[in-house]
């Protein structure tokens, strides 16, 4: 197993590709167990890309993909806004955000049929194997799955440019356990 020493999730500040122009500075973080694998899943909640954004270098032992990802850190920096619909249009970003996997030993995909299709990410999931090893799932809208085979978490997420403004904000219906929706 591959680890390093460290103290908690790495939300380095360091040397970002560019500046800013608000006072949230671009996320760098690293994901070492699950903890720390359920907040980068959170960052990337809603988060798009394609196939043809994706790639598994077997040799490198690496699973890379590059997000749109809604900036939701963005969103609860600006809460406090008078009006929601002005916060809304002065607030809501997306960034192109690179994530890779390393030590990722296999990779197996369900419900992804076109290259050109946008899948839209629910979430990252973990599931412990018994040989220490660990199985990552990126769930996608519509039962699309990507499924990392890892000797360990090893993650890092990274922004990699300057953010636009978002054509919409992601709205999700929670169920209503009283049958009032």
């Known amino acids: 197993m591959r680890r390093t020493n460290r103290t908690s999730l790495c939300l380095t500040l360091m040397e970002p590709y560019f500046q800013s122009d608000d006072s949230i500075a671009p996320l760098r973080l690293r994901a070492e167990d699950v903890q720390d694998l359920m907040v980068i899943s959170a960052c990337l909640q809603d ?19 590059v997000f749109n990802r809604f900036r939701w850190e963005r969103e609860a920096a600006t809460n406090d806004a ?37 899948l839209s990410l629910l979430a990252i999931e973990y599931e412990p194997v018994n040989d220490g090893a660990a199985e990552i799932i990126l769930r996608f809208a519509g039962e699309a799955a990507i499924r990392l085979h890892l000797e360990c978490i090893d993650c890092q997420l990274r922004d990699m440019n300057e953010p636009w403004e978002a054509r919409m904000r992601p709205n999700h219906q929670l169920d209503d356990p009283t049958g009032d929706t």
């Open 47 to 65: 988060a798009v890309t394609r196939q043809r954004d994706m790639t598994y270098r077997p040799r490198e032992q690496r699973f890379a993909v």
């Open 82 to 118: 008078d009006s929601v619909q002005e916060s809304f249009r002065k607030r809501s970003q997306r960034i192109r955000t690179g994530v890779h996997f390393d030590g990722c030993l296999a990779v197996k995909s369900k419900g992804l049929d076109r290259s050109d299709e946008v």
